[in-house]
């Protein structure tokens, strides 16, 4: 977290077609038919995207009586937490009934110590692959592309056989390595592009002053990657919470994440069915990163259009 | 837990328990469901209260798919639980020859194992070059028909007595907006051939295709039988009416939604958590109501190598569940409420539901090899491929289904 | 073609050269040093598992990589077995669906919200919301949505319209479909980011000169924006390719391979054979296979984009 911290730094100023102003014809100041047919298009797909988000939380607040007699877009008659308290709390997986809270705390431990590390590694190495290319460099980096095509389940049976070997197999340290291996390809292919982005000649004044690698790296690059770091800490962020796979095999039993723990408690049937417990787990499991995507949406989008633009 | 852990040493502490101070036993299974909950919440009170330590509960929901590479790739990995369920038979072979499953032989020498064991078949399942692996500690059978009385009640009907009266009630049932078989989707329709087999092909076709694997019996009249039922099967059956899980079908079988079922006995530990009682809410015919004898497997108990420089204590509290799974009062109380039989022959089950008092009369007549315990989990997937699909495509015909079926038999090891 | 020639006989020019020991080691040290664990990741990870992968596909191994050589046997039992060559199938199916309507809707969209609208940030907040969550997640709400009795077909029913229909979940037909309505749900947010981006990344330039020459500006959308975007298409190519390809948590909690075996996928395939049928030479061979399709697909195309060319 310190690089993000030290960075404070302003949005680099230079970064090109930074701006955000919408382009195209200018509006007309009347409703007219393109004007609402351009909303109605717009607010046809806004409810397609709401629509899932307005049934989870509505069914999560319902009574099972009130569920089974089958009308998704109702209100609940009468608001009830209950589903959330035992979704947090209560929940049960064979013998353990403590809800989602201690896979809550689980993922905590997870994110954030594998969103750090795959940051740090994916920034170096867009630096290295733009700044400091070396023969060889731009096909190690293709086949880190290709290799965001290969299915993961390719590779859990070696990576279990390799992290044995380091005997680091069921530990925090083993699932921070994992995540940092799968999210190397996207974010050093983001990194690569930001940094390919900036104007050479700050990296040339750089060199002729005498500055070395890490120094170039953490006080000239750093302070300019804003924007790019938000995008890579949103996607890290959101990718690591919501890894089921890696996290049930690497992580060992002791720090299962949360969505293991909405899998069983999803899947573990005891007795009839509670879909409003579900929906809350549902609702409680993908809360965090929603929270941070609402919390930086504008910034997120700024990052993307200064990252992913460039190819 | 770690709260709870202090608790218990304490109270472990006051009492005067052998054990001088509580240890973890990590136990993983895949018992998600409400009755098998209930079950295995049975052996961790036994253990629990036996030993003094505690029973940290590892439960991974979904057999095949979740549990299983959590478990293998724990115990590859080199970060083995202290024990795991798994199904008895072939699954674990490969963990057993390479070393990873502690050998439970001086352990249990002195209970004399051959004197109790229900069916010396199981055991041969957990035995390997003179070592003993895992223990069964309960025999699940797949074959039984479930039904509803109150579809019956509501169509005017005698509930049937046997396949061949049930199938002739699916006119009426569906005429009553009533679903002749209720089905989950996925892996329950697997274990219906099986069950076809032996009430309907009868023991010495389950014995040839499952023990002998022989493909020939598989192009056979009598199993040609069991898949034309398999085929007047997938005509009642919708996908649009299936459930997600086996015990959503318990329910609908409780209210009369489903008038019946084929699924193994653990369907009894849901049906009676639900309220159920055999004989008034729903009926169960062993063997189709045609057979004298049961197929089975059932489930076993695993205790794998623990790594070097593990605390003797948790190694000797291995030992201890080892002996306490298949001792017989955590027998007696995990089985009842599990709905599978015991594995010892030395205890009083009167206790046992009447579907259980069958199912122990034709366990006299010895068990026959059930795919799962006999198949590898290889060729048992294939099948299970083969089931799903052939249910659902109705232009694969019952010739396809019998070669293709015969082809896996061929190629199983 | 001719560009690939070029770049070969410049590779052999430069390899030919002098002190080649000191280029390869001593050269850019701290370059090299701090590409370690990408190398490492590429070396040991991408290519030392995927050989590892490729080789063991060879062999008779079951529950553990044990096994003998038994050349092709896993290959033939492959592509013999139905639900394999259904799982293909479905795939090609899904991800030409998927491709086209998630750039297709990503770009529409894009389009729209570049008409100085209002309430911009808004819509886009909603559009994007759903990237944030998992495939659990995803699925498990769709199939609650889809559930024919509870779900949107009941409740229109028992508001009064008996002949709604929406059971694609249970259809073998549309399940395919159904798929894609979560899927869509979940990506096309943000590659409406990434376009809109891009969009807007296009010199006003370009729109006067546009509009002095009287092009429609649905044909300057598409002739002159459009090719001008290519960096963006490219991640979001990359990004939508990848997900397609590992498409699996989805189809499990939405449908879970069925009705039947009408929505397995290659990836679901692997893991079931590997794991659950603990055959891990079936569920290599498998995985080999689709390491083989990818490769095909992408290796001319990552050799022109990354490979071939200088990068400004």
Redesign the interface.
């Known amino acids: 977290m310190s690089q993000t911290a030290t960075m404070s730094g302003s949005a680099p100023t230079t970064t090109p077609t930074a701006g955000t102003e919408p382009r195209g014809p200018r509006p007309k100041p009347f409703f007219t038919p393109k004007k609402i047919m351009l909303y109605a298009t717009l607010v046809f797909f806004s409810l397609y995207f709401l629509f899932p988000l307005y049934v989870m939380v509505v069914t999560s607040f319902k009574t099972m009586p009130e569920i089974r007699f089958g009308n998704i877009f109702a209100l609940p008659n009468q608001i009830t937490l209950d589903a959330w308290f035992k979704a947090w709390t209560s929940a049960c997986t064979g013998l353990t009934c403590e809800g989602l809270s201690p896979g809550f705390w689980n993922s905590v431990k997870i994110t954030i110590p594998s969103t750090v590390v795959s940051i740090f590694i994916a920034a170096v190495n867009g630096y290295a692959l733009v700044n400091w290319r070396f023969k060889g460099s731009e096909i190690f980096f293709s086949i880190l592309i290709f290799g965001s095509f290969i299915p993961y389940q390719v590779f859990l049976y070696p990576l279990v056989m390799i992290t044995r070997e380091l005997g680091i197999f069921g530990s925090l340290q083993a699932v921070i390595i994992v995540h940092t291996i799968f999210g190397m390809p996207i974010l050093t292919l983001l990194f690569r592009n930001y940094f390919a982005s900036l104007p050479v000649e700050l990296f040339k004044a750089a060199r002729v002053d005498g500055a070395g690698f890490w120094r170039i790296f953490f006080e000239i690059m750093l302070p300019m990657s804003l924007p790019i770091f938000v995008v890579a800490l949103i996607l890290q962020v959101t990718g690591i919470w919501n890894d089921f796979l890696f996290g049930v095999v690497f992580a060992g039993t002791q720090n299962l994440p949360m969505t293991v723990q909405l899998n069983n408690i999803v899947n573990s049937a005891q007795g009839s069915p509670e879909y409003n417990v579900n929906m809350a787990a549902t609702v409680l499991t993908g809360l965090v990163p929603l929270i941070i995507y609402f919390v930086s949406g504008k910034l997120f989008v700024r990052g993307v259009a200064a990252g992913a633009v460039k190819g | 837990m770690k709260k709870f852990a202090v608790v218990a040493a304490m109270a472990t502490a006051f009492l005067g328990s052998t054990s001088a101070y509580a240890v973890d036993l ?1 136990v ?2 895949w ?4 009755g098998e ?1 209930a079950a ?2 049975e052996f ?1 009170k036994v253990f629990e209260e036996e030993t003094g330590n505690n ?1 940290v ?6 057999s ?3 549990a ?3 478990i ?3 115990i ?4 083995p ?1 202290g024990a795991t369920q798994m199904n008895t038979g072939r ?5 057993i020859q ?1 070393g990873l499953m502690r050998d439970l032989t001086d352990v249990v020498a002195d209970m004399d194992l051959d004197s109790f064991y229900v069916d010396q078949s199981l055991l041969e399942a957990c035995r390997y070059e003179g070592g003993l692996y895992c223990l069964p500690i309960n025999i699940h059978s797949w074959d039984w028909l479930w039904l509803s009385t109150a579809a019956y009640e509501e169509i005017g009907q005698p509930v049937p007595t046997n396949w061949d009266e049930y199938v002739a009630s699916w006119p009426a049932l569906e005429e009553a907006g009533i679903l002749p078989f209720g089905l989950a ?2 892996w329950p329709i697997s274990g219906v051939p099986g069950v076809l087999m032996s009430g309907i092909g009868g023991s010495d076709l389950v014995l040839a295709v499952n023990r002998d694997k022989s493909a020939d019996a598989v192009r056979g009249p009598e199993f040609r039988e069991v898949a034309e039922a398999m085929d007047s099967l997938r005509k009642v059956i ?3 009416m ?1 459930v ?2 086996f ?2 079908v318990g ?1 609908q079988l409780l209210t009369g939604e489903a008038a019946g079922n084929i699924h193994g006995d653990w369907l009894q530990g ?1 049906l009676q ?2 309220g159920g009682v055999p004989g008034e809410d729903y009926e169960c015919l062993p063997a189709l109501g045609m057979g004298d004898q049961l197929t089975g497997g059932g489930d076993s108990f695993y205790f794998p190598v623990l790594p070097e420089g593990t605390d003797p204590a948790v190694i000797q509290a291995q030992a201890d569940l080892a002996r306490l799974l298949i001792s017989p009062e955590a027998q007696l109380k995990f089985n009842l409420v599990k709905g599978s039989m015991p594995i010892r022959t030395d205890i009083d089950l009167s206790a046992a539901n009447p579907c259980m008092q069958k199912a122990l009369g034709l366990l006299e007549n010895g068990l026959l090899p059930s795919g799962d315990f006999a198949l ?3 060729t ?3 099948l299970q ?1 083969l089931n ?2 052939f ?3 109705d232009n694969i015909t019952v010739d396809d289904y019998i070669e293709r079926y015969a082809s896996i038999i061929e ?1 199983a090891d | 073609m001719a560009d690939t020639a070029v770049h070969t006989r410049e590779g052999a020019e430069q390899a030919a050269r002098p002190s080649l020991l000191n280029r390869i080691f001593l050269h850019n040290l701290s370059g090299k040093i701090a590409a370690i664990p990408m190398m490492a990741t590429v070396l040991i990870v991408f290519i030392g598992c995927t050989v590892w992968t490729i080789y063991f596909s060879f062999t008779n191994s079951r529950l553990l990589p044990t096994g003998k050589f038994v050349g092709f046997d896993q290959y033939e039992r492959l592509f013999a077995t139905s639900r394999w060559n259904v799982s293909v199938t479905n795939l090609v199916t899904y991800g030409v669906f998927s491709l086209v309507f998630t750039l297709g809707i990503g770009f529409l969209l894009a389009v729209l919200m570049d008409q100085k609208i209002r309430f911009e940030s808004a819509f886009r907040t909603i559009m994007l919301y759903p990237f944030a969550l998992s495939f659990i997640v995803t699925g498990l709400v769709w199939q609650w949505i889809m559930n024919p009795t509870l779900g949107l077909q009941g409740t229109m029913r028992n508001l009064g319209w008996e002949s709604f229909t929406f059971d694609w979940i249970a259809n073998p037909r549309m399940v395919l479909f159904a798929l894609l309505i979560a899927g869509l749900w979940q990506g096309v947010g943000f590659c409406m980011v990434l376009m809109l981006a891009g969009l807007r990344g296009v010199d006003e330039e370009i729109w006067k000169a546009a509009r002095v020459d009287g092009i429609p500006t649905w044909r300057t959308y598409v002739s002159v924006v459009l090719p001008m975007m290519r960096g963006v298409l490219v991640t979001a190519v990359v990004l939508i390719g990848s997900g397609i390809v590992r498409l699996y948590d989805l189809v499990v909690a939405l449908t879970n391979g069925g009705p039947g075996i009408s929505s397995e996928v290659p990836a679901k395939y692997v893991y079931n054979y590997m794991f659950g049928g603990g055959n891990i030479g079936q569920g290599l061979a498998a995985a080999t296979m689709m390491l083989v399709t990818v490769l095909i697909i992408m290796v001319p195309w990552a050799y022109l984009e990354f490979g071939g060319r200088g990068r400004r």
């Open positions: 990590e993983t299974h018992w998600t469901s409400a909950a295995i919440a961790a029973w509960d590892s439960a991974l929901a979904g095949g798919t979740g299983n590479p959590v293998i790739s724990r590859i990995g080199g970060d639980m699954d674990a072979e490969e963990l390479a989707t996925g919708s996908p649009d299936m997600p899980s015990g959503d329910n849901d958590v639900a590898s989990s290889d048992q997937q294939q491929d799903i699909e249910l659902d495509d190629q």
